[in-house]
């Protein structure tokens, strides 16, 4: 996922600076990388078919592992993007989210990082068969 990185530096930013206004960016950025990552899942089976269509030899394998390390991603933003919106109602509860919140959404889009770029690691293998 580009954006990532991105998010990655508001949290850090928000972590800083201690700013609310930081803290709402980069709450609402981890729920976008949610969904993305939930529009990415949801289109992998048709992306797949349409690269065995164009691929002529394809590693049954390596789409498998590219498929499970896409599910861990999927999950894993799944679970910053619930955490975003926990805090998101925090604060239109007009209450603050606990201050361990902002640094477990930063370490899990950091972990997700590494793991979608395995991912387009293995994706890439799969579309150019001839750097295996």
């Known amino acids: 996922m580009l954006g990532s990185p991105l998010v990655l ?30 529009i ?35 999950t894993i933003s799944i679970l910053s993007g619930v955490l975003g919106i926990m805090a998101i109602t925090n604060y239109a509860q007009e209450e603050k989210p606990h201050k361990s919140i902002p640094w477990i959404i930063f370490f899990i889009i950091l972990i997700n990082i590494l793991i979608f770029a395995y991912t387009a690691h293995l994706g890439g293998l799969i579309r150019r068969p001839d750097l295996v």
């Open 40 to 74: 990415a899942y949801f289109t992998g089976p048709a992306t797949a078919d349409w690269v065995k269509e164009q691929t002529a030899n394809y590693s049954k394998e390596l789409v498998e592992n590219h498929a499970l390390w896409g599910r861990f991603g999927f």
């Open 9 to 38: 530096i508001m949290g850090w930013k928000a972590i800083r600076s201690k700013n609310t206004t930081d803290y709402k960016s980069f709450y609402w950025g981890s729920l976008l990388l949610a969904i993305l990552a939930s």
